[in-house]
């Protein structure tokens, strides 16, 4: 694996940049994957599947819930990701800000596309807004970053707590048999042809964006908590000592998994659908402790295993083209843009052929990236960013040519 800096391009990543933060990237795909999987194939997510679900479905809906962080390694390593940025281009640039709005801006734009053709839940318009704010922001200590992380963590939970409590106190449970008949029209539009699959996500597209809305103040906490951490260059001090790394693995781990197993319990039972809320303010509170868990055991993973590392950090180079096609094959399979086996496909088979699915990436990855030096959407965002014609000189300096495209991507 490469080191601080890998300033040989170790496993195949370009001179210049951080192998661990590339590493970090392509594992977190996996946990995207198996999430958006299971809300593209059907709308029984939060059940486990529809009535007739398998007790096999049902355990491997609550494992994934019990065990995966989503977005939050995602939110973390743009966070960092974009202090290196800053770094690698010239102090007072003044160019840095105007270069900062287009690049949020591009990143919007393939969200809204990505959004509005295969995934409503699209997660790149949100990262675009909170990046502006990011940058508003970008000046803190890393001791004020902290702070503001952990008091945005800790009001949006009390939130939940309060509302979820209120939501078991005076509501009535939503079964997946009373819950059908509101979703048929659902599973028709998603069944249907390309224009009635746009239509769906159009008419999904607001309540996935209010969500995303209402889980913005843990994105940012998450976003923070990378800048500082790579303000204190965590990640190029400590990605390599295998002693911490282990320690802090074996400190954070059972909390984490503990907070996972409660939120399990609230989101997919033995609790029934009221509790939902409640199991995911406790999630906010231990997610970050699975998070760090999860880094640190797959940077002692790939640092044992260098060919492990090598083909990690080549899908994190192109994390963003790795999501994109995720969705899009995804889309493929359960809408009528292909296979149209929406709702149709159990959770354990749709689990199973996510594994099948990343192992592809990471094959697809590692040998585009031994090819060229961007993903196709890496690419198209970085043009955007710089807005340059072919030819003109790059605008955003850095340390190294080939460390020049730490876009923050999720």
């Known amino acids: ?54 007790a096999v479905d049902r355990a491997a809906a609550w494992g994934v819930t019990a065990t995966t962080t989503a977005y939050q390694l995602f939110s973390f390593l743009l966070g960092y990701s974009f202090v290196l940025d800053r770094r690698a281009a010239r102090p007072s640039d003044p160019a840095a800000g105007l270069r900062h709005l287009r690049r949020t801006a591009g990143l919007f734009g393939l969200g809204l596309a990505h959004a509005v053709l295969l995934y409503p839940g699209d997660i790149l318009m949100t990262y675009a807004a909170l990046g502006l704010i990011l940058y508003g922001l970008r000046d803190l200590t890393s001791r004020a970053a902290v702070r503001l992380a952990a008091a945005l963590v800790a009001g949006l939970a009390v939130l939940l707590l309060g509302y979820g409590l209120l939501t078991v106190a005076l509501t009535e449970p939503v079964t997946p048999a009373r819950y059908a008949p509101l979703v048929a029209d659902t599973v028709a539009a998603y069944r249907g042809g390309p224009s009635s699959v746009i239509g769906a996500h159009l008419r999904e597209l607001p309540s996935a964006l209010g969500a995303n809305l209402m889980y913005a103040p843990d994105m940012l906490a998450a976003f923070l908590a990378g800048l500082a951490a790579a303000k204190s260059a965590l990640v190029e001090r400590r990605g390599r000592d295998r002693v911490w790394l282990r320690r802090t693995l074996a400190r954070w781990l059972p909390a984490g998994l503990a907070g996972g197993v409660v939120t399990a319990c609230c989101a997919n039972g033995p609790l029934d659908s009221r509790w939902f809320l409640v199991g995911h303010a406790v999630s906010l509170l231990t997610a970050p402790a699975l998070t760090v868990s999860y880094a640190c055991g797959v940077l002692l993973l790939a640092g044992a295993r260098r060919p492990v590392a090598a083909v990690l950090a080549a899908s994190g180079r192109m994390a963003l083209s790795q999501y994109l096609t995720q969705s899009l094959v995804l889309a493929c399979v359960f809408t009528g843009y292909g296979l149209g086996l929406y709702d149709r496909v159990g959770t354990a088979a749709v689990l199973a052929g996510c594994v099948l699915l990343y192992g592809a990436q990471l094959a697809l990855g590692a040998l585009l990236m031994s090819r060229v030096r961007y993903g196709p959407a890496e690419l198209v965002l970085r043009t955007v960013t710089l807005a340059r014609r072919p030819g003109r000189a790059p605008a955003c300096s850095g340390s190294h040519p080939a460390g020049r495209d730490r876009l923050p991507v999720p």
Not at 17 to 38: S, T
């Open 1 to 54: 694996m490469s080191g601080r800096k890998d300033e040989t391009g170790g496993g195949g990543a370009p001179a210049g940049r951080v192998g661990e933060i590339d590493v970090l990237r392509g594992a977190a795909l996996f946990g995207i994957l198996l999430v958006n999987a299971q809300l593209m194939a059907g709308p029984y997510t939060p059940f486990g599947g529809g009535p007739g679900a398998s």
